[in-house]
């Protein structure tokens, strides 16, 4: 009897609102959206982290009439939106690895990617899942989830709109894909156009030397061993950049 006294208008509002920030975190969260978990275990997930949440949940005004949805759209669009700024710096470490892939001629190799479900090819994958091992490596999930814990106390259930510094934030960001992805891809590619240089000089000082036979291969080799060396410069400054992503949530959702 007491559970069912419990379970009283407010705090099942509060419940669903909770629950639909924390479904919208997964949807573009960039390891638990992963296609190959089920949804079955994703809802779970979500629910568990609900119940565990739930205490420090705020509902200040209940709604209990067509208004109600806009209060769930605007929870989703919480986290959809929270997810979404983290999803950006990954792409452009996909970015990167759809440059490079390029210029070593990987482009007709696509694989379908487990995570995101598309085409994409062989660097650009293996780029990805080396920067989701490294976010996982220094707890940014946890960090994650960190961040919705206090953002239940600056932010009550039902009331986050996007404002305009938040959507100014978003279109930075999709832009900053492209100069960041070309800027980390860059050694690559200065490499890829050094050895292309140097293999017309070899072309007309020796045409019988063959570039498809002996060039390709040494480009693609340069192009390996390059990237190897500058990998982890590469993951440290992925770090730095989800970090900031971090620190710009404060900023940018709690004033």
């Known amino acids: 009897m ?10 099942v509002a509060t419940f669903m609102l909770l629950f639909a920030r924390l479904s919208g975190l997964i949807v573009f969260f960039p390891f638990f959206s992963h296609n190959n978990i089920p949804l079955m275990i994703k809802t779970t997930l979500a629910l568990f982290l609900t119940m565990y ?10 709604h209990l009439d067509s208004f109600f949805i806009l209060q769930l759209l605007s929870e989703v ?65 946890h960090l994650m989830l ?25 279109n930075t960001g999709m832009f900053n894909v492209f100069i960041i992805g070309f800027t980390m891809s860059f050694p690559i590619l200065a490499i890829s156009l050094l050895s292309d240089v140097i293999f017309g000089i070899l072309m007309k000082t020796m045409p019988q030397f063959n570039l498809l036979v002996v ?18 410069v590469m993951m440290e400054y992925f770090k730095e950049l989800i970090l900031k992503v971090f620190s710009n949530m404060q900023s940018l959702f709690f004033m």
């Open 146 to 170: 960190l961040f919705l814990s206090k953002s239940l106390g600056y932010i009550n259930l039902g009331v986050f709109y996007p404002k305009e510094n938040l959507l100014q934030y978003l």
């Open 53 to 62: 949440l739930y205490p420090l949940a705020k509902l200040e005004i209940l």
């Open 215 to 232: 060039g390709y291969p040494i480009k693609i080799a340069l192009g390996f061993v390059v990237m190897i060396a500058v990998l982890l």
């Open 77 to 141: 669009l919480f986290g959809m939106i929270a997810g979404l700024m983290l999803q950006l710096v990954f792409a452009i470490i996909m970015m990167a690895g759809e440059q490079v892939s390029f210029n070593m001629g990987f482009t007709v190799a696509s694989v379908m990617d487990p995570s995101l479900g598309i085409n994409m090819p062989i660097v650009s994958q293996i780029l990805h899942l080396i920067a989701l091992l490294f976010f996982l490596m220094f707890d940014g999930h």
């Open 2 to 11: 007491e559970f069912v006294n419990y379970l009283g208008d407010k705090n």
